[in-house]
């Protein structure tokens, strides 16, 4: 081929104009009111955004900056002046002259109901947020009674659409099943799942867009499902593990964490979090390594990150085991 | 690249795979191997016909373009469906949709580069970028999408046979004059040579001693058999990497160092020009050391004290060499979680894309020539005796020879394979799981069949994930781009040959 007008390498490139980045839109701003506060606010912004830019910390179970809200869970609804219902704050936008309560007898029953029967179903004990948010709220949800035994293994997940169960007066119902082990990186506890969905929308267009799992069945039979629920190996499954990444409760865990748990020796006091860059392909996304007793236990990336949100493949997520044979 | 489709781009995969990505495009061009270069050229020829070409940016900011014009003139759309295997059709739709977009964007990875003629490929691609004047400006530009996390770090650090730290040519005797009076040496004033110029040299006989940092070239490398030879043949073979690979085992001397992504502080630079830090999480194993400490005792060793420098202090000792990284201090990074180069000050936000200044009117700095590329094929040929084309490449649970990623219990892995489409898999008489001897002109391997979909008929692949059960790269070729320096790693002339075992095959 020919090298016509080929440049000379040896000179370097005089420096260029700086690149023109397209500028933020502009956005009008919104004035609300929040618990008598006056906050103004960029339209588009939810009520969740405009409560944080003044520190109201609103509690969110379902909601995450890097996944699209899906309104699910309502822990986090408020009050909006003359709406009949309550409004979940992580998806209404600001409305000029909108007058919030977040923090009303209402939204506090409201709060605390939904905690009561989630936690009244769910095994809630590796949700440290989800503790915290019933100690605020004052929930209890032994109200409802003891939770229900285990279901035999594969019950949950045979039941169909339009089966309705008597309730058994005896017992909360519960979703407490065996834990589903199934491959060596990670496992998924469903009794602890409070279908907030964040995994599904991880597995799907926020993130993967793998569409390995999704929600089967309806009312209180509703669960995480594989496709025909088969095992996560047979599965579309790529072992992201983005959906553990964005999970609540743990009902999704590293191996890793669950066995050191099982084993009694997971110690988040002495753990050390560190931010560095994955070993692997070109990306550069952030980890986070999880280290207890100079061993790499857990792997998660920030959200904030901006190269990939948080998100990772399965290489970033699980594939420093080389790093602890020593 | 999905969440870009999710909001309306348009995706369009040339690749002889029907790969996962192809699922999303609006199109799959599912060319024949090594017939980039025709495709390239017509798409040229397409968009110069239908007059979509960007005239005021040629004019402006480009060079060579009659001649560019006549050479792609043969390139029809008829022409390239001949040669490449795709329809016209979509060859016409791929140049229109390209030509017309706002803004556009190639993105390429070692299918473009592992060839013979790998730096032709590339500017058959550039030639596309500068007729449409899709480089330079927001959202477009030509993207090779970096397989390493610090690839492109090593060429910035000046690891590559003609250039200084910041890419600064070892050639222009000013900057040369700047190292050598900031390092207190004198620097050789010639190139040196890339990977495969120095295997030649050895060869040759002129290079027989071998320093190797982090790389394994007894698995990496293509024509294994001749790599080993030459690896053997050298007086010293010194290796310092992070784990006991094939090429270490072969050292006389092995470093053991730490893992420079969690045992380490430094930076690294990903794909697209973000220097980012890397930190230490937890100390490396005993007797294993960090990189610098090895090089600097080592220096010790030979006669010159290079301190205890710290990732900091030598980070910044090349902030005051490499005009392009000079602004991105440690705070700023950590900051900014890492900048792009080139971040020239301190008040420098980096740059998101490069080649601005072929906007600037008048132009700042030489024009952007185009070239003219020919369609040349693969050196491998096919024939009677090897009628399949051998396409190797990688699996998303992996990492090139394995040496890290054969340590995790992936649920994805099926150790190698060959994978064949159902169509040969038919037509030579074997079953998915059966063991096939794989007969390259250069060696032969023996491998269990899969049958795989998304591959056409005549197409063939393996991973070289695997050295230690496949090693694929005993096959491949050595005919190496002379330009880069890259091997054909991607078109190699196979046949299949039964043995008459069976392992099973997991999907």
Redesign the interface.
Known sequence: ??????????????????????PPRPARTVEITIDGKVVAVPEGSTLLQAARSVGIDTPTLCFLENLTPVNVCRICVVEVVGSRTLVPACSRTVEPGMVVKTDSERVRLSRRLVLELLASSVDVSTAPQFQEYMRRYDAKPERFGTPAPPAPTGERDASHPGHHHAPEPSHAAAVAQSVKID???YVRDYGKCILCYKCVEACG?DAQ?TFAIAVAGRGFDARISTEYNVP??DSA???CGNCIGVCPTGALMFRSEYEMRQAGTWDESKQ?K???????????C?LT?Q?QD???VKVTSPLD???THGHL???GR??????N?? | MLKGIHNGAKLFVVDPRRTSSAQWAEKWLGLHVGTDIALANAVAREILVAGLENRSFIENATSGFTEFRQHVETYTLEYAEKLCGVPAESIRELAHAYARADRAQICWTLGITEHHNAVDNVLALINLSLLTGHVGCYGSGVNPLRGQNNVQGGGDMGALPDRLPGFQHVENDALRAKFEKAWGTTIPPKKGWHLSGMFDAMERGELKGLYVIGENPANSESDQHRTMKLLKSLDILVVQDMLMSKTAEMADVVFPAAAGWCESEGTVTNSERRVQRVRRALPPPKGVRDDIEILCDLARRMGRDLGNPTSEELWNELRNLSPVHAGMSYARLEAMQGLQWPCYDENHPGEQYLHGRLWARPIVGPRAPFSCATQVPPVDALNQDFPLRLTTGRRLDSYNTGVQTSRYSSPLRHGETIDLSPEDGQKYGVHEGETVRVVSRRGAVKAPVRFDPGLRPGLAFMTLHFPDQVATNELTIDAVDPKSGTSEFKATAVRIEKVGDTVAVAD
Do not use: H
């Open positions: 081929m020919s090298t016509q007008n080929a440049p000379d390498l040896t000179t370097p490139v005089p420096r260029g104009p700086l690149p023109i980045l397209p491959n060596d990186l267009t867009n996560l190996t499954c790529v072992y050390t560190t931010d560095t860059i994955c070993p692997y392909c070109g990306v550069g952030t390594l280290v100079e061993k790499i990150q901006q190269v493949c399965i290489k699980f594939g420093w085991e080389w790093v044979q020593k």
